[in-house]
């Protein structure tokens, strides 16, 4: 947990970054601390949130942080577009406009607070020019093969390559304490489907391709110089809400789980033996809370562990999703989101991120060097 004199820093940068109000940010912690209170942003435009990472001394000798993947790291790359859609919701209520996939923070945030940055660095999408503190190429939906609108992980790193052949990313830095963090969590799978018999007949080659990808982009990153990188493996997808909503939430998908554990295990084993890489165990740490032999801690902590804070009234709809002709809201919103751990059908609350980051907290400052 950080000090406090830490907490109050950190509270006010967010507060500033973020525009949140002052009343709706008070409980602010650090990673492991069990409780946050969702703030509220709004969209800065072009060069808009987190621009200030750009401005850094000419002598900065911090960390250089790199983001690549889905919702579970994207902090503004989908542009905000009307009307309201899938991929644009994050921009409008009752997410907090921040181009967040959550009700305030994801991972990207909590890893840049390990790497003494407030915040993810600035998306991309959102940024001119690239600070020494890094870049967010990270975009929701996206996974290794291609979906209209959102783009996929060969694309960022290509981005990002074409920005080191530029100068954009000064080699420097990258030579420096580089750290990338690949964060590729389902959404490949979710497009095959579970609930179909072809689901058991192509996950295996599906995963095959899936993991022979994101270990491609890895070695990428190293070759062009990233000294570190953190890669996710896959959550329990059986227990996304998406999943579970048919089981009303009491337990979870074993298909969706079973997909997940055999690219976790193909994953793994690739990566095997890779200089400068950490696989970061999101399937450990999201067990412990969703799994079906949940650590006592967490089931006080969230009440609610499967069922999502904002819920489509639709099956098949999406959080945020309100009716083309009236704006109509077509969701609801839990009057507690900390009691929850999922915010939507597939992102975790903040307060849900903290819990996942909290036993994640020692490998990664381990694997950076960051513990003494």
């Not at 209209?148 to 954009?168: A, C, E, I, M, S």
Request: proline content about 7%; aromatic content about 8%.
């Amino acid at each position: 947990m950080m000090k406090p004199s830490a907490i109050i820093s950190l509270a006010c940068v967010l507060l500033f970054i973020l525009n949140v109000p002052r009343g709706e940010s008070s409980r602010l912690q650090g990673l492991g601390a069990g409780h946050h209170s969702p703030g509220q942003g709004h969209h800065g435009g072009h060069g808009g949130h987190g621009g200030h990472q750009n401005d850094q001394p000419a002598d900065y000798n911090g960390y250089s942080f790199y983001v690549f993947g889905d919702s579970f790291a994207d902090n503004g790359n989908l542009l905000k577009k009307y009307p309201n859609s899938e991929l644009t919701r994050q921009w409008y209520p009752p997410y907090q406009a921040s181009g967040r996939f959550s009700n305030l923070l994801v991972q990207s945030d909590f890893i840049a607070l390990l790497l003494r940055q407030p915040v993810s660095p600035p998306a991309h999408r959102q940024t001119r020019g690239v600070g020494p503190a890094g870049m967010n190429f990270a975009a929701g939906d996206s996974g290794v093969f291609d979906v209209p609108g959102t783009p996929t992980l060969t694309r960022q790193v290509h981005t990002f390559n074409k920005l080191v052949n530029d100068g954009d990313i000064k080699k420097e830095h990258l030579a420096g304490q580089s750290v990338a963090l690949v964060a590729i969590d389902g959404n490949d799978y979710a497009r095959v489907g579970t609930d179909t018999s072809s689901f058991a007949d192509v996950r295996e080659h599906h995963a095959s391709n899936v993991t022979e990808e994101i270990v491609a982009n890895v070695a990428r990153l190293r070759n062009l110089g990233v000294k570190k990188v953190l890669v996710n493996n896959l959550f329990p997808l059986g227990c996304a809400p998406s999943l579970s909503r048919p089981n009303n939430y009491a337990y979870c998908d074993e298909e969706g789980n079973q997909g997940a554990a055999l690219h976790n295990r193909l994953l793994a084993e690739k990566l095997a033996g890779m200089d400068g890489v950490l696989l970061v165990d999101l399937s450990a740490a999201f067990s412990r809370i969703v799994g079906p032999n949940p650590d006592v801690d967490m089931v006080n902590l969230f009440p609610n562990r499967l069922a999502p804070c904002c819920e489509s009234m639709d099956p098949k709809g999406y959080c945020g999703q309100v009716d083309p002709d009236t704006d109509v809201a077509l969701y609801k919103v839990c009057q507690d989101p900390d009691s929850y751990f999922f915010w939507d059908e597939m992102n975790p609350t903040q307060v849900g991120w903290e819990a996942v980051m909290a036993p994640l907290d020692r490998p990664i400052r381990e694997f950076l060097g960051l513990v003494t």
